[in-house]
């Protein structure tokens, strides 16, 4: 962070990621049920309780006191991870819809699916040559067959790929507005102004400020409003993200890998395990991953953190030792990763978090929210102990696409708390400003012994979501007023990209 800068945090909640198409957590339920059996034991609990909502069925489950007089331990247990595994499918599902509609890519072009799908390849021909999974001591015969195998794996493509050549200033631009749009724009017109991907020749300040705006006013009804706000963050912001999807943490992979400055590295509050797949053992200490070629650290003071205080879809954890996993950008629980985790277990008795690790048994890291005190995982203490360190020096506090009901009270407690004696500025980004939401937000402020600001478009007829207030301040931030960026040109263009987990 530069001296004179502001500490922001974010505040980010579920109606954000409405707007690029993950599920009110009123529609959670119905979109769960939807996935599972006519006679499965959640349908039948959930009839029974007659709740609607997920927050309250998820904190029931955590409570013995309430679930016991319902549940036996073992339909407990079934119930839970029939429940954990709905919400993980259903935010996944939401993910790729919105991959596909938004940039027509398919479920085999994510990296770390295309990693598993690598190592299974591995797997089969180490096995067909009677070698251990462990490229050092293969026979030359065995390597060039994995090399041949690989070759046919090769048909992924990254979402870079399926977008214009634009400059990389432009980038979340285009990936903000999706495929058809951009490429409209650029046969529109764009393609003349001078603002594509050149190792050499940089667009001006000028240029990409007008291209910025031909992007955007081109844009059709869906906005990814997340890849403009992973453009405008300096180091040392904060991203408390109330939210378990991951279309935030796919933004951030996207744009630490293109080569701009200020690179900065994305810290996750805490250190998982994380789990790799292209290893002799798929197993990492991990706590997130740097930018482009920058040699600041994920714990740096500098660094960007990203706080998921209810846990992500692409976390799990062991039920023994609440140790938590991380498998960056994919959920953790999807058949290839469980397969490969349990084989690799079967091959090497590893135990990376403890002596009763078993991969069948690890669940989705997802908890309702609750009190801090309720917490058991250790990665999620550490996330709320972070949160607060950086609420304590916040100065700018920026509530997006949060509707900070009933259920965050716990959150509304520990930014009361942290921020007290600070007294950061606050800004309200939501599409409802009706009075209940105002109202909520004046109590935090009365707390805080400051004023809230409501963010209005200047446009009357535009509401107020989070696209058009990203929007705003993108288009503000490539104004003239800003000094110029200092860009380090690449000698090839990018054609694939590592997911970030190897940093
Ligand atoms: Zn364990």
């Not at 701009?260 to 197993?283: K, Q």
């Not at 407690?413 to 606050?426: D, F, N, W």
């Not at 040109?489 to 190897?502: D, E, I, L, Q």
């Amino acid at each position: 962070m530069r001296n004179g800068e502001s500490r922001r945090v974010f505040v980010v909640g579920a109606g954000m990621s409405c707007e690029v198409g993950a599920p009110a957590v009123r529609r959670l339920l119905p979109s769960i049920l939807e996935s599972v059996g006519r006679k499965s034991i959640l349908r039948t609990y959930l009839k029974r309780k007659a709740s609607s909502n997920v927050e309250k069925v998820l904190g029931d489950l955590d409570d013995p006191r309430i679930w016991s007089s319902d549940l036996t331990r073992s339909e407990h247990k079934r119930v839970r991870a029939q429940l954990l595994c709905g919400i993980v499918r259903v935010f996944d599902k939401a993910y790729y819809e919105h991959l596909r509609r938004h940039f027509g890519l398919r479920r085999q072009d994510d990296p770390y699916y295309s990693d598993v799908r690598d190592y299974r390849v591995g797997e089969k021909v180490g096995k067909q040559h009677g070698l251990p999974f462990n490229g050092s001591t293969w026979t030359p015969e065995a390597r060039k067959q994995l090399a041949r195998e690989r070759v046919r794996l090769r048909d992924r493509k990254c979402l870079d790929e399926v977008l214009p050549p634009l400059d990389w200033e432009l980038l979340p631009v285009a990936r903000a507005v999706g495929r058809r749009v951009a490429w409209q724009a650029w046969s529109g017109g764009l393609e003349s102004l001078n603002v594509s991907r050149s190792p050499t020749a940089k667009p001006t300040r000028k240029q990409l400020a007008k291209a910025s705006q031909i992007l955007l006013d081109a844009r059709g009804d869906r906005l990814d409003p997340y890849h403009l706000l992973v453009a405008l963050l300096r180091p040392g912001d904060t991203i408390i993200t109330l939210n378990y999807d991951l279309f935030l943490d796919r933004a951030l992979f996207e744009r630490l890998g293109d080569p701009v400055t200020p690179a900065f590295a994305v810290g996750y509050g805490s250190t998982f395990i994380g789990v790799r797949t292209c290893n002799e053992h798929p197993y990492e200490t991990w706590n997130g991953f740097r930018g482009w070629r920058t040699s600041a650290s994920t714990e740096d003071d500098d660094a960007v953190v990203v706080l998921k205080l209810h846990g992500g879809i692409d976390w799990l954890q062991c039920p023994s030792c609440h140790r938590g996993y991380c498998t960056p950008g994919t959920p953790g629980s999807c058949r290839a990763i469980r397969q490969m985790l349990i084989e690799d277990k079967r091959l090497s008795d590893c135990q990376p978090c403890c002596s009763r690790y078993d991969p069948r048994a690890l669940e989705p890291c997802l908890v309702a929210p609750e009190p801090r005190k309720q917490i058991a995982t250790p990665s999620l203490s550490d996330i709320w102990d972070f949160a607060q360190r950086r609420l304590e020096n916040a100065s700018e506090l920026i509530f997006v696409g949060c509707a900070l009901g009933s259920a965050d009270n716990h959150v509304r407690k520990l930014i009361g708390q942290a921020c007290a004696s600070a007294r950061p500025r606050l800004l309200v980004v939501n599409r409802d400003l009706g009075m209940q939401l105002q109202r909520r937000y004046r109590t935090l402020a009365e707390i805080l012994k400051i004023a809230p600001a409501f963010w209005r478009p200047g446009n009357r007829t535009v509401q107020p979501t989070a696209s058009a207030w990203l929007v705003e301040r993108f288009l503000e931030a490539q104004g003239p007023a800003k000094r110029p960026i200092r860009q380090t040109p690449r000698a090839n263009t990018r054609c694939t990209r590592r997911p970030p987990v190897r940093h």
